[in-house]
C-alpha cells in the first residue's frame, strides 16, 4: 500500500479514535480535522497526527493550513444525533457538504464513508439520513467508495454497551416486538480491517459495499446469544402493546442511552439490516466474525483495560450542545461554592491524584456513594444521563470523556487539576473541580463544587441541598486523600 496523506474527520468519535492508530501504524501522514483540539486526545505509539479544527456546520475557514491541499484520502465518519431526533438529518447533509467543499480545495483521489445498511423499503429517518449523505458525497467529484455496516459490536459501541446492560440487569425482560427486527452485526475489528483495506485501491472507487457477519439475527437472539458469552440464563417476553414512545423509554430506562438517542434508535431497530452482499469480504479476503466471537473479542478488551473509544464520551450521550468545551473557565459571579480543603504530605501527591483520576464509575465517590447512586436515579427520572455512563477506562481521563453525570473540560494530571462539569438535570450550571497546591513540604487538596443558579427554582435548589454538601463533599475530599471510598 503507498503512503497517503490522510483526512480523518470524527477523530473524536468511536470508530475514528480506533482508525487512528492503525493509520499511524501503517505509516500514512493523517491530518485529523476536529471542531475543538482542547477535547482530542490521542496515542501517539505510532506517531503525531496534524490537528487542524473545522466545524463542518460552519462555512469552512478562509485560511486554510496548507496541508490541506495534500490529502489523497479522506475518511467522513461525522455522525449527527442531536437533542432533536429528527435535527440531525439536516446537520448531517450539512456536514456532508461542507465536507466535499473542502475536499474541493485538495488533490483527493478517494472518499471511505461509514453508513449504514439501506436495503430496506421503508428506513427509518436516521437510515434515511445516511443515505442520503452518501448521495452526497457521490455527486462530488471525488471517487467515492462507501462501506455499510449494520450493528457494530465492540468494547464501548452504543450497540453492545446497550445490550450488556440489558442482559445484565435483567434475568426476565417483557421486551417491544422490535427485539424479532434482523440485523447483521459486524465485530469492530472487522470494521477497521474493511476501513484500511479500500484505501488507494482503484477497485473500490465510486463502489458501495455492504460489509456484516454471514448470519442474519434478531434483536432477541443477540441478547441470548451475550447472554451465553456471559454465562446468565436470560428470558425475553415480547408483547405487542408497546409504542415507539413506551419503548424508547423503556430502553432509556434500563440501559446508559439519553433519551433522545433512545428514540432514534428504537425507530432504526424498527427496520430490517440485513443483507447477501459480500463482495468486498471476498475481494479483501476478509471473513467477519461470527456475532458470539465479537462480543467474546469485546470483553477480552475490558478485562484487559484497552478499550480504545467508547459512544459515551461522544456528544451522542448527552444532550449538550458541541460548544461545552468553552466552560473551561469556571464563572465566578453570581454563582453558589462549596470548598474543601485537605493537606496532606507532599509524599503522597501522586496517590491522591491517582485517586482524583479514578472517580467516579465503579470505584464511586469515596464518601456517600449510595446519596450519589440517588441522585443518578432521580436525574434519570427527569430525563437526565444519571450514572449509568460510568467511564470508559478506570484509571484514566481525558478531555471530553464521559464520567457518570459529568463531562471532563480540563484533566492535567502533571499539575493536579480536573475540571467536571455537570450534564444531569440541574436549574442551572454546575463544575467540580479538583486542584493540588503545593507549599514547602505539604500539599493541599482544594475542591470546589460551582452552582451558577437559573432563576428564583436554581437558589431554592442550592438551599434545599446544601445540608447535604456539608457532609457529602467534605466527606468527598477527605476520602480523596485518604484513597477511601
Not at 61 to 68: G, I, Q
Request: aromatic residues 10%.
Amino acid at each position: 500500500m503507498n503512503k497517503q496523506t490522510i483526512l480523518l474527520t470524527g477523530a473524536t468519535g468511536y470508530i475514528g479514535k480506533r482508525l487512528l492508530p492503525l493509520l499511524l501504524k501503517d505509516g500514512h501522514r493523517v491530518i485529523c480535522a476536529v471542531r475543538d483540539a482542547r477535547r482530542f486526545s490521542y496515542d501517539n505509539t505510532y506517531g503525531t497526527p496534524e490537528v487542524i479544527e473545522i466545524d463542518f456546520l460552519k462555512p469552512l475557514p478562509k485560511n486554510l493550513p496548507p496541508s490541506v491541499s495534500e490529502i489523497d484520502t479522506a475518511f467522513f465518519l461525522i455522525h449527527s444525533m442531536s437533542s432533536d431526533s429528527g435535527d440531525f438529518k439536516s446537520q448531517e447533509q450539512t456536514t456532508a457538504l461542507t465536507f466535499v467543499e473542502l475536499l474541493s480545495h485538495t488533490k483527493a483521489k478517494q472518499i471511505i464513508y461509514l453508513g449504514g445498511i439501506v436495503n430496506a423499503t421503508s428506513l427509518s429517518a436516521h437510515l434515511e439520513s445516511r443515505k442520503q449523505v452518501g448521495e452526497i458525497l457521490q455527486a462530488s467529484a471525488i471517487p467515492t467508495t462507501i462501506l455499510r455496516a449494520g450493528i457494530i459490536v465492540g468494547s464501548g459501541s452504543a450497540s453492545f454497551e446497550i445490550m450488556r446492560d440489558l442482559v445484565e440487569k435483567l434475568p426476565v425482560m417483557v421486551a417491544p416486538k422490535w427485539l424479532n427486527t434482523r440485523s447483521q452485526p459486524i465485530g469492530i475489528r472487522d470494521v477497521l480491517q474493511f476501513l484500511t483495506g479500500v484505501i488507494g485501491r482503484n477497485d473500490c472507487l465510486n463502489q458501495t459495499f455492504d460489509i456484516a457477519s454471514e448470519t442474519p439475527l434478531s434483536y432477541r437472539e443477540m441478547l441470548l446469544q451475550f447472554a451465553e458469552v456471559r454465562g446468565l440464563k436470560r428470558y425475553i417476553l415480547t408483547v405487542p402493546v408497546m409504542t415507539p414512545r413506551l419503548s424508547s423509554y423503556w430502553l432509556y430506562f434500563v440501559t446508559s442511552t439519553s433519551y433522545p438517542l433512545a428514540v432514534n434508535l428504537v425507530n432504526s431497530m424498527n427496520v430490517d439490516v440485513t443483507t447477501n452482499d459480500h463482495r468486498l469480504s471476498k475481494l479483501l479476503n476478509i471473513r467477519p466474525a461470527p456475532y458470539k466471537i465479537s462480543v467474546e473479542r469485546a470483553f477480552s478488551r475490558i478485562n484487559q483495560q484497552s478499550v480504545l473509544s467508547s459512544w459515551k464520551d461522544a456528544l451522542v450521550s448527552s444532550e449538550m450542545d458541541t460548544n461545552f468545551i468553552n466552560r473551561v473557565e469556571v464563572p465566578e459571579l453570581g454563582c453558589f461554592r462549596d470548598q474543601q480543603q485537605v493537606v496532606f504530605p507532599k509524599s503522597k501527591r501522586k496517590d491522591v491524584i491517582e485517586n482524583i483520576w479514578r472517580l467516579g464509575g465503579d470505584n464511586g465517590y469515596y464518601y456517600g456513594n449510595v446519596l450519589w447512586r440517588i441522585r443518578g436515579y432521580l436525574d434519570k427520572l427527569v430525563g437526565g444521563v444519571g450514572l449509568r455512563r460510568g467511564r470508559t477506562h478506570p484509571s484514566q481521563i481525558n478531555p471530553g470523556d464521559a464520567l457518570d453525570f459529568w463531562r471532563v473540560l480540563v484533566a492535567d494530571k502533571e499539575q493536579g487539576r480536573l475540571l467536571l462539569y455537570a450534564e444531569m438535570k440541574l436549574p442551572g450550571e454546575a463544575w467540580l473541580e479538583f486542584c493540588i497546591i503545593e507549599s514547602d513540604d505539604k500539599c493541599t487538596l482544594v475542591q470546589t463544587a460551582t452552582f451558577r443558579p437559573l432563576g428564583v427554582g436554581g437558589r431554592l435548589y442550592w438551599y434545599a441541598v446544601s445540608f447535604l454538601h456539608l457532609f457529602v463533599f467534605s466527606g468527598m475530599a477527605r476520602g480523596i486523600v485518604k484513597g477511601k471510598t
